[in-house]
């Protein structure tokens, strides 16, 4: 045998996504059913035109709440942050309202 994986729980089902503009950046808060554990993580990804394309802007990222650095002054219209949780083999997501940033 040369690698083995066993991925952590099911991920936590994810709730509400929060948008906030901070000081150096963007924090992105989600609600979850339950904390998550080891073996799980979170990527985000933006959406400028309403859901038809999608950028990621972080993966394998720990717990929410999530720092990501101010989008470019491209993204200053209407957002929306998708979060996903994954244990490397399903998934769970969620979708913020529309957005606008500073």
Partial sequence: MVDTFRP????PRLGAVRVL???DG??????????AEAG????VQISE?????WQTVGVSLDRPPFHLPQ???????????????TNGVSTSEAVSA?????
Avoid at 8 to 11: K, L
Avoid at 40 to 43: E, G, H, K, S
Avoid at 49 to 53: A, K, L, R, V, Y
């Fill in 8 to 11: 952590g729980g099911p991920p």
């Fill in 21 to 23: 503009p901070a000081d």
């Fill in 26 to 35: 963007v924090r992105v808060a989600v609600d979850l059913d339950r904390p």
């Fill in 40 to 43: 799980q993580t979170f990527a």
């Fill in 49 to 53: 035109d309403g859901g038809g394309t």
């Fill in 71 to 85: 989008p470019g002054p491209a993204a200053r219209g209407e957002l929306l942050v998708k979060v996903i949780a």
């Fill in 98 to 102: 529309p957005t606008r940033l500073r």
